[in-house]
Each structure stands twice: as C-alpha cells, then as structure tokens.
C-alpha cells in the first residue's frame, strides 16, 4: 500500500560518486525498514544495504561496505544510497525496497520484503 520511486541513477566514470534517493507515498516511512537491491543483466537480484525503520540500524553487502552509505529522512518520505568509489562491477539496475516493521529491524534478504519501486539504472564506466 506504500509507492516507492527511485530516481538519480544515470552514467558515472569509475571513481565517481551518485546519489540515489526513493521517495515514498501512500504511507509513512517512519514504520518501514528499507532496503537497497541491485540485479545486473544474467544476475540474481542481490543485496546492497538495509536501513531500520528510524536509521539507528545498518548493514552493508561485503561488496559494497566502505563505499556506500544508506540513510533516511522520514520527514522528507524519503530513503537515500550514497555511493563513492563506484566501480564497473556495480552497474545495475538499484531497486528500492520496504517493510512494516514495529521493531527496530533491518533486512537483508530479497523475500522478507513486500514492497518494490521500479528501480534506476545506474552505469559506471572504465
């Protein structure tokens, strides 16, 4: 019963930094956990980072940890994905993920999540 809609994708050289943002309506954010995914072409949809329902939680896929930092403004209904140091190997389509949660949760698994955007396609170049 939540939208979610992804936008800030785009082409970036390797080294570069994006900012994806996923901006909510329907519903509050302020009850749901979210999540980052990515599939990339011939892949399985994959993890990327997951935030708590108040930003106090976080978590990070190996690939990605370092670089990549997940926040929320729940004032603005809105999730973010900062993202430096990006690499070739993370080009993909980045989805935009959430969950009712009544706890201070987070999530990293593909199915403990009800609510999908359409996701941004985001390219780095060599």
């Known amino acids: 019963q939540v939208q979610l809609v992804e936008s800030g994708g785009g082409l970036v050289q390797a080294g570069g930094s994006l900012r994806l943002s996923c901006a909510a309506s329907?519903?509050?954010?302020?009850?749901?956990?979210m999540g980052w995914f990515r599939q990339a072409p011939g892949k399985e949809r994959e993890f990327v980072s997951a935030?708590?329902?108040?930003?106090?939680?976080?978590s990070f896929a190996d690939s990605v940890k370092g670089r990549f930092t997940i926040s929320r403004d729940n004032a603005k209904n809105t999730v973010y994905l900062q993202m430096n140091s990006l690499k070739p190997d993370d080009t993909a389509i980045y989805y935009c993920?959430?969950?009712?949660?009544?706890?201070?949760?987070?999530?990293?698994?593909?199915?403990?999540?009800?609510?999908w955007g359409q996701g941004t396609q985001v390219t780095v170049s060599s």
């Open positions: 993920a959430g969950q009712r949660d009544y706890r201070d949760n987070y999530y990293v698994g593909r199915y403990d999540y009800t609510y």
């Open positions: 329907g519903r509050t954010l302020s009850s749901y956990a």
């Open positions: 935030i708590s329902r108040n930003g106090g939680r976080t």
